[in-house]
C-alpha cells in the first residue's frame, strides 16, 4: 500500500522531531501553495544541524520494512531513506553553512528556501519566498545562486512551467550568464531535470525558456541546431519550430487521445502510455524524447536536389544513432536509448503507406513486424508529426495520414493485446522435417511462414511445411 504524504511526516516526526532538524523544499513550498502533492514518488527534505546520518538511519528504523538507507553525496553529506515500494524518499542533508538562515540564503529560488521545524512551528523564511510564492514570482535566494549550481539555469525553466510562475527579471539575467557552466553537470542531473520539464503539460514552453536562458546550446546543442533548417514546401515551419509544434500535438494526444480516436482505442492508447518505460518515465514520457529527437539529424543529411526540392535522405536512421548518443551523454538506460532510438528510426513508415491504402494484410504485418515494440507509439509519433507539417496541399494529406493512422492503430492495439498468433510449427521441428541445419535460412523460412499465418493463406502444420518446401525450391 502507499504511504500518503501526511503519514510519511508524521513518521519523520516521530522518529527524528528533534531540535535542529527543519523540512525545506518542495514540500513546504507546495503546503503554503495550496498545491497539491504531484503525482509521483513523494520526496522530503530535511535540513539537519548535526550528523544526518543518524537522522536517516532512525527514519529508515522507523520506516514499513524493507525501506533502506545510503548515502547520497559524499560531498555534501546527504543521506536518503528510501521506501521499499519507491514511492517515497527522504534526504537528510547537514546543515550548509553557519546557520539555517545562511543555508537557506545558499538555495535557488526563494519560493524553496522556506524551513519549518520538523516538530512543528512557525515557519523560517529569510529570503521572502512566501510573498513570492502568493505573487507566482520565481526569484533567486541570492545573487550567486547560479554560479554556486549551473543546474540551477535548466531547474529555473523547470519550476516555471511546473508552477506556471514568472521570473524575475533580475534572476532571468543571472541565470543567462551562468548556462556554460553546465557543461560541467553530471548528466544525470541535467537527464532528470529535462525528464521533468518534458512532463509537464508546457513542456514546449519549458524549452523556449531553456533556449532564451541560453540553457539548450549546452545541454542539447543539437535541438539548436535545428533552428533555421529550411525544410521543403510540405513544410510551414523550420526543423526547430516543428519539433517544438510535434511535442505539442505529442503531449495533446497522450492528455485527451479520445478526442482524435474512437473511445474504446483512446482507452487503450491512455493505458499504453501510462505503462512504466525506463528511469521512472512512462512510455508517454518516451514518446515526449522520441517527439524531441524524431528529427535530429535534419541539419547535416538537408540535402538540395537538382530540381530545387529540398530533402533529407537518411535522417532517420542517422537520428536514431544520434538519439542514442545524446541519451547516452545524459546517461540514459539502454532501455530508453533503444526506445527513443526504434521511434527515431521507424518514423517515416507510416507515411510510405498512405499511397498504398487499402492495405493489405501482408502491409499490416510489415509494418507491425517492423516497427515492434513501439508498433503503437510511433503510429501516434508519426500522426504528430503529420499534423504540424502544414504547407503545400497539407489539409488532403493530413486527412489520408490520419485515416491511415486510425487503421493502423487499431490494428496495432489488437497485435499488442493479443500477440502474434501461436507459430504453427517450431524451428527444431522444421528443421528436422525439411533436413536442413539450423541458421539464417531456418530463421527466413519461420519469418515467412508467421507472416503467411498473419495473412490467412496457411492454417495448419502441413501447410506450413508445404510452404517452406516451395520457398527452398524456388531459390533453387
Known amino acids: 500500500m502507499s504511504t500518503s504524504e501526511p503519514e510519511l511526516l508524521e513518521m519523520a516526526r516521530g522518529a527524528a522531531a528533534v531540535e535542529g532538524v527543519w523540512l525545506v523544499g518542495g514540500a513546504v513550498r507546495d503546503r503554503l501553495a495550496g498545491t497539491q502533492q504531484r503525482s509521483g514518488a513523494i520526496d522530503l527534505d530535511l535540513i539537519v544541524d548535526g550528523d544526518g546520518e543518524a537522522v536517516a538511519r532512525a527514519l529508515r528504523d522507523a520506516a514499513p520494512p524493507g525501506a533502506a538507507v545510503f548515502a547520497l553525496s559524499d560531498q555534501f553529506g546527504v543521506w536518503r531513506v528510501h521506501g521499499a515500494e ?17 543555508d537557506l540564503r545558499a ?96 513542456a514546449v514552453g519549458g524549452f523556449r525558456l531553456l533556449d532564451q536562458i541560453g540553457a539548450s546550446a549546452v545541454v542539447l546543442p543539437e535541438l539548436v541546431e535545428l533552428q533555421g533548417v529550411e525544410q521543403n514546401a510540405y513544410h510551414h515551419l523550420d526543423a526547430y519550430e516543428h519539433t517544438l509544434e510535434v511535442l505539442q500535438f505529442v503531449i495533446d494526444l497522450e492528455n485527451d487521445p479520445a478526442a482524435l480516436f474512437a473511445d474504446r482505442d483512446g482507452a487503450a492508447v491512455a493505458a499504453i502510455l501510462a505503462e512504466p518505460l525506463a528511469e521512472g518515465l512512462s512510455r508517454g514520457g518516451g514518446l515526449r524524447w522520441g517527439a524531441l529527437l524524431h528529427d535530429i539529424a535534419k541539419p547535416q543529411t538537408r540535402a538540395q536536389f537538382d530540381d530545387g526540392r529540398i530533402g533529407f535522405p537518411g535522417h532517420a536512421a542517422e537520428g536514431a544513432e544520434q538519439s542514442r548518443v545524446i541519451l547516452g551523454r545524459m546517461k540514459a538506460s539502454e532501455k530508453l536509448k533503444a526506445h527513443v532510438a526504434k521511434l527515431t528510426l521507424e518514423h517515416l513508415r507510416l507515411g510510405f503507406l498512405v499511397h498504398e491504402r487499402p492495405l493489405t494484410a501482408e502491409a499490416f504485418y510489415l509494418y507491425l513486424t517492423s516497427c515492434q515494440p513501439v508498433e503503437v507509439d510511433v503510429t501516434l509519433l508519426s500522426l504528430a508529426d503529420r499534423l504540424a507539417t502544414r504547407g503545400r496541399k497539407a489539409e488532403q494529406a493530413i486527412m489520408a495520414h490520419q485515416q491511415l493512422a ?26 528436422s522435417q525439411l533436413g536442413i541445419e539450423h541458421g539464417a535460412l531456418l530463421g527466413s523460412l519461420l519469418g515467412a511462414i508467421a507472416k503467411a499465418q498473419y495473412c490467412g493463406t496457411i492454417s495448419d502444420q502441413a501447410a506450413a511445411v508445404e510452404l517452406a518446401q516451395a520457398l527452398i525450391t524456388a531459390d533453387g
Open 86 to 102: 519507491g514511492d517515497w524518499q527522504i534526504d537528510c542533508t547537514p546543515l550548509q553553512g553557519a546557520t539555517l538562515e545562511a
Open 107 to 202: 538555495r535557488d529560488l526563494t519560493i524553496n528556501a522556506i524551513a519549518e521545524p520538523l516538530a512543528g512551528g512557525q515557519v523560517i523564511d529569510p529570503t521572502g519566498g512566501i510573498d513570492d510564492l502568493q505573487r507566482g514570482v520565481l526569484r533567486m535566494a541570492g545573487a550567486q545562486a547560479f554560479a554556486n549550481d549551473p543546474l540551477r539555469c535548466v531547474r529555473l525553466a523547470r519550476f516555471a512551467v511546473q508552477l506556471g510562475f514568472e521570473i524575475e527579471t533580475e534572476t532571468f539575467a543571472a541565470a543567462q550568464a551562468q548556462p556554460g557552466g553546465l557543461a560541467g553537470v553530471a548528466g544525470e542531473r541535467t537527464f532528470a531535470e529535462l525528464n521533468l520539464i518534458l512532463a509537464s503539460s508546457e
Open 406 to 431: 486510425l487503421e493502423v492503430l487499431t490494428e496495432a492495439l489488437r497485435w499488442r493485446a493479443e500477440g502474434p498468433p501461436e507459430p504453427l510449427i517450431r524451428g527444431d521441428q522444421l528443421a
